[in-house]
């Protein structure tokens, strides 16, 4: 359940660039809309270590996700096309934990079409780190550092 005093306060995003492991980790909580993920993503391509063949790890756990419109999908769809610098070969899993995150995550892989993405939505951890093909000590600190942000979402939202 999602409990915030000030609900579109409690939206964050943020995102974690690690070259060594050649792996992005992108989070989200609180109410996400589309334009959200392209905000991110300009964010991402901007800053120096950025690679587009890097895996990725989207952790919508604590996303209220916001389905309105088939053309907000088409929005982001052809904002990544149209951005070079952010296509590349990569797999990117979308961590979840309910139906609504689901059927985002879904969409996503459905409509990407042409893009080099592969896309799995997962609701583990295991199945994050099988999919991005992480070693498990590095599987240990991501989950540490996933499990962290949680924790401090809820601080957050319920002060």
Known sequence: MYFCKNYFLCSK???KLL???QLIIEYFSGPVSWYDLVEMKRREVAEPNYNPNFNVITDIREAIVNLDALDDVESYIDFLKSNQKSI???KTAI???NSEQVIHSELLR????DLPIN???VSTYNAVFEWVELLPKVAQQIE???DNLTTEFYLVSTN
């Open 13 to 15: 995003s943020f995102f």
């Open 19 to 21: 070259p060594h492991e």
């Open 88 to 90: 590349g070969t990569r």
């Open 95 to 97: 961590l979840t934990n």
């Open 110 to 113: 459905v409509m990407k079409r």
């Open 119 to 121: 896309i799995k939505t």
């Open 144 to 146: 540490t550092y996933l």
